[in-house]
């Protein structure tokens, strides 16, 4: 079965520094792995997107995740946080009915203080 | 082109009355799904469809129905409202027939059932 776990509810950081938000995921089968933003009262927002091509993928807004199969992890990074990256992360597998759906994690609420 | 559409935004109802929330896409896609979103669980899917004339159940169907005859509508019901469907509705969309393409959010409704 899949599931998706963000480790951290919460992260703050300030204007600046790196944001290191984690997720770690379990699944029988090689998945496709995402991360998705939500800013305060919108939708949601493809953020990048992983699906057996290279390990590192870059995304929009200077974001990348690295897929690491031996640790099944997928944590997402970006080397000087902004004070518009305050939102929620979610962190999605497919499945478990294989890629027709999709597992979401619980969500990581990023903070960004000046 | 407005993307995907839900309609209304904010809706409350009493226990046991029932009520249709819309979705609508305008760029072809074939994949729709309901989800619903609750504080610290992320997002459950409820319903999806692979195309017109095709729907299949989430992880938390029951007391929602959907169906799909056209490929721009995908509307969601509620048969007997409870205070436990208390939550806000996303309908997503995409390109192909899986949930790996990059999913389309609606802005969300926001149901509150008394």
């Known amino acids: 079965a899949q599931s998706v776990t963000q480790l951290d509810s919460h992260v703050s950081v300030s204007e600046g520094t790196p944001v290191l938000l984690r997720c770690n995921y379990s699944?029988?089968?090689?998945?496709?792995l995402f991360w998705y933003v939500q800013h305060p009262n919108k939708g949601l927002q493809l953020l990048l997107k992983?699906?057996?091509?290279?390990?590192l993928v870059k995304g929009i807004n200077g974001f990348e995740a690295e897929f690491k199969k031996s640790e099944t992890s997928f944590h997402l990074t970006k080397p000087s946080a902004h004070m518009s990256d305050a939102a929620e992360y979610f962190c999605v597998v497919t499945g478990p009915s294989g890629y027709s759906t999709l597992t979401f994690g619980k969500g990581t609420m990023l903070l960004v203080s000046p | 082109n407005a993307g995907v559409t839900q309609t209304p935004k904010f809706q409350v109802l009493k226990t046991g009355q029932s009520m249709t929330l819309q979705c609508a896409q305008d760029m072809n896609h074939e994949y729709m799904s309901w989800y619903r979103q609750d504080p610290g669980m992320g997002l459950r899917l409820i319903h999806y469809s692979v195309g017109a004339g095709i729907t299949d159940q989430g992880e938390v169907p029951n007391g929602y129905n959907v169906s799909r005859s056209t490929t721009e509508d995908f509307p969601l019901r509620l048969l007997s409202a409870a205070p436990s469907q208390t939550s806000v509705y996303f309908c997503?969309?995409?390109?192909?027939?899986?949930?790996?393409?990059?999913?389309?959010f609606g802005p969300g409704t926001r149901l509150t059932v008394l």
């Open positions: 997503a969309s995409s390109y192909g027939r899986g949930a790996a393409d990059t999913q389309y």
């Open positions: 699944s029988s089968y090689s998945p496709s």
């Open positions: 992983y699906t057996s091509a290279a390990t």
